[in-house]
């Protein structure tokens, strides 16, 4: 068995957890910012290929406490790293250093590369490695004196799913846009409104996710060119993943923005992604949408910050806007993330919940209005 640590951005962890037990996976632990979770050699592929809110999926080789660098250099040293680098692998070092005594960042990094290479050339019988194979990325993480040394499985981070050809200005992070869907109250059977939908991210994700659709399944990753995991555990992930996808159910999804290109570039995203049989998109202004269907459930993200130069209001004039066009929804469930902070104020409904979660280095807070449910059918 392998322990595999899930990356996240911070308050995405719970949504992270319940993907990986889901998934079958055994967690280990949760901490800020990661979970960690047993595996066998198969879960490294069936985790990139299906994780929708993580960064990236890391191999832990070893941990152990390092105060001094000779610590350092004799335990790395001790890790049998032939098992995973081949004689030509390409094996960088990164590294990150937390209320630790080693704080220089990169003299971990350059000590740890040099244990690698000492015992890599014991065991090939070599004096110099090329590293002109493939890549296996090595991180060295010190907190609070405790060396944890990674293999980064994914390479490119997993919210870059390959669909994203066309992009707007400050687009919303595919892992971010995924978790909203599954932090919010709805499912396949419902309707889904994003009036904001820029590039397409959130009525994409959403997609994805009610056709069961794995956002890994058209990319690649760093682990796929692994020999000592190899091409038929691959394949046979990459297999059932494209067994699962499901083509039977009618789902409905309404996305507008009042920017044209943006709209274009999320009908090529969609295209891409395999999904834009379920998305009905309009060049609209939110205003002029028609919201009469019922219970329906509205999941956005509002302009803020930068991207207010693109649009034809003040930014207080459009939250009014919103806001009044919100309370009119009465029997919807709406979810918003934005960085005004001043938004709930601007709402006659009760706010049910609010997370702090982040869009890369942005503070962002995302309010929760629960709707009633709608009646059985």
Avoid at 172 to 195: C, G, H, Q
Avoid at 265 to 290: M, R, T, Y
């Amino acid at each position: 068995m392998y322990e595999l640590i899930a990356t996240t951005t911070f308050g995405i962890e719970a949504v992270a957890k319940r993907e990986l037990i889901n998934l079958g996976f055994e967690i280990l632990r949760t901490e800020n910012g990661k979970v960690t979770f047993l595996s066998d050699i198969s879960g490294i592929a069936k985790a990139n290929l299906w994780l929708r809110s993580v960064d990236r999926v890391l191999l832990k080789v070893a941990e152990f406490k390092a105060m001094t660098f000779d610590q350092l250099f004799n335990q790395t040293a001790m890790i049998p790293w032939e098992e995973y680098l081949p004689k030509d692998a390409i094996f960088p070092v990164n590294g990150s250093s937390v209320k630790s005594t080693l704080f220089s960042i990169s003299d971990c990094q350059a000590l740890v590369k040099k244990a690698i290479v000492e015992r890599l050339k014991q065991h090939y019988d070599v004096a110099w490695f090329p590293e002109t194979g493939d890549e296996y990325i090595i991180k060295v993480s010190m907190v609070n004196d405790i060396a944890t040394i990674t293999l980064d499985t994914s390479g490119v981070a997993l919210h870059k799913r390959g669909y994203r050809q066309n992009a707007v200005t400050a687009p919303l992070k595919e892992t971010l846009a995924a978790s909203m869907i599954m932090l919010s109250y709805w499912n396949k059977e419902r309707v889904l409104f994003d009036p904001f939908c820029g590039s397409g991210t959130i009525p994409i994700e959403a997609a994805m996710i009610a056709k069961n659709i794995a956002p890994g399944l058209y990319r690649d990753f760093a682990a796929k060119h692994w020999s000592w995991i190899g091409e038929e555990v691959w394949k046979a992930e990459i297999k059932n993943a494209f067994q699962a996808i499901d083509h039977e159910s009618n789902i409905k999804i309404y996305a507008s923005d009042i920017d044209a290109s943006s709209i274009e570039a999320a009908k090529e995203n969609a295209e891409e992604a395999g999904v834009i049989d379920c998305i009905e998109f309009q060049v609209s202004d939110f205003k002029a949408v028609d919201y009469a269907i019922p219970y329906a459930v509205l999941v956005t993200n509002p302009p803020y910050g930068d991207r207010l130069t693109e649009e034809n209001y003040q930014i207080n004039q459009l939250y009014q806007d919103f806001g009044k066009l919100i309370d009119t929804l009465s029997t919807w469930s709406i979810y918003v993330i934005t960085s005004n902070t001043n938004f709930p104020n601007l709402i006659k409904r009760k706010l049910d919940r609010e997370r702090k979660l982040y869009n890369g280095n942005i503070e962002t807070h995302y309010f929760q209005y629960y709707g009633p449910k709608p009646p059985l059918k």
